[in-house]
């Protein structure tokens, strides 16, 4: 068991810090002033990392592979190809198409809603990079890298996209397929960019937490009302925006154990917002990006509010 969820654990792990490591690297080159806050950022998700090492450890009783784990893994396996159709197939777009999926997982199917969203953002991947027969790929490995992390990470909003960006990320390795580039925005798009997000960020948790409606559906809603409204209200960067929308929703799914209020949500809307905005040059075209962005953001507050409880306690 140990060494199942240590393999989890080092696939999301390498994979948010791969990212992470990117927006500092751009930060640096670019905005040297945001790259301390992103650096202080980097530091704590290491930090969290450590924190997190007893789920390794944790009790287990029963089989190693229990019959759910196929189930888990079907479920993400079949989000990743119905949220590639519904994205490149139907023509519906990346955001549309994996809220889509998420409000009817959560709708008709919530004992399978978690996997089946997880695996709506395999589906975002953009053709450019992976056709729908690497899709099928990615969403295997989604799958498999689904069960082995499931012990690991709980509560932290964004781990589902993290798991979709690993599953295209190693895809797009096997297959040489290089991933897209992209250019920083320019600061007055990068200050909206940063309001969408904690916005977006604080409302999925309302809905999640305040409500009581669940993760999956207080970022399918987020993303789908973003999704729809902002393309046709701002025109000229609607679509960015709403992309910024559903990718902080992903830190709205956060438990209230791991972001125990709207304000460390706020923060942590901030921190996903700035690691969209500088990480813009990086893996792009790999599905699973914006949860990976959220998943680095919330580890990083949960532990900055350790750390600061830790020392003012002494």
């Not at 056709?131 to 490995?141: D, Y």
């Not at 990470?153 to 096997?174: S, Y």
């Not at 007055?188 to 940063?194: C, L, Q």
Request: a positive charge; aromatic letters at 10%; glycine letters at 12%.
């Amino acid at each position: 068991m140990i060494a199942k969820r240590s393999a989890g654990f080092i696939l999301l792990a390498a994979t948010v810090g791969m990212l992470y490591y990117y927006a500092v690297k751009v930060a640096l080159d670019q905005s040297p002033l945001f790259a301390v806050p992103l650096g202080i950022a980097a530091l704590c998700l290491l930090y969290g990392f450590y924190l997190e090492r007893g789920a390794l450890t944790a009790p287990w009783n029963g089989p190693l592979f229990p019959t759910k784990d196929l189930y888990l893994f079907l479920s993400v396996f079949s989000g990743g190809v119905v949220s590639y159709w519904l994205n490149v197939g139907i023509g519906l777009g990346a955001v549309v198409a994996a809220a889509l999926v998420g409000v009817l997982a959560g709708t008709l199917l919530p004992v399978y809603a978690v996997p089946l969203y997880c695996g709506s953002f395999v589906g975002m991947a953009s053709p450019k990079v992976l056709t729908a027969g690497h899709v099928v790929l990615a969403s295997a490995i989604a799958g498999a890298i689904y069960v082995l992390a499931q012990d690991v990470f709980n509560g932290f909003g964004g781990k589902l996209g993290t798991i979709a960006c690993a599953g295209c990320v190693l895809t797009a390795a096997f297959s040489g397929k290089a991933l897209l580039t992209g250019t920083v925005p320019p600061a007055d798009v990068a200050s909206r960019i940063i309001i969408t997000s904690v916005i977006a960020a604080v409302a999925a948790y309302l809905v999640n937490v305040r409500l009581g409606k669940g993760a999956v559906m207080g970022s399918a809603i987020v993303g789908l009302v973003g999704g729809l409204v902002l393309p046709a209200l701002i025109p000229n960067i609607g679509a960015t925006l709403a992309t910024v929308c559903i990718c902080a929703s992903f830190a709205g799914m956060s438990s209230k154990a791991r972001i125990p209020n709207e304000a460390l949500m706020a923060l942590a809307g901030v921190l996903v917002g700035l690691v969209f905005v500088y990480s813009s040059p990086y893996m792009g075209g790999a599905g699973g990006k914006l949860g990976t962005t959220a998943f680095g953001s919330v580890i990083a507050v949960n532990a900055l509010q350790k750390a600061s409880a830790k020392l003012f306690s002494r």
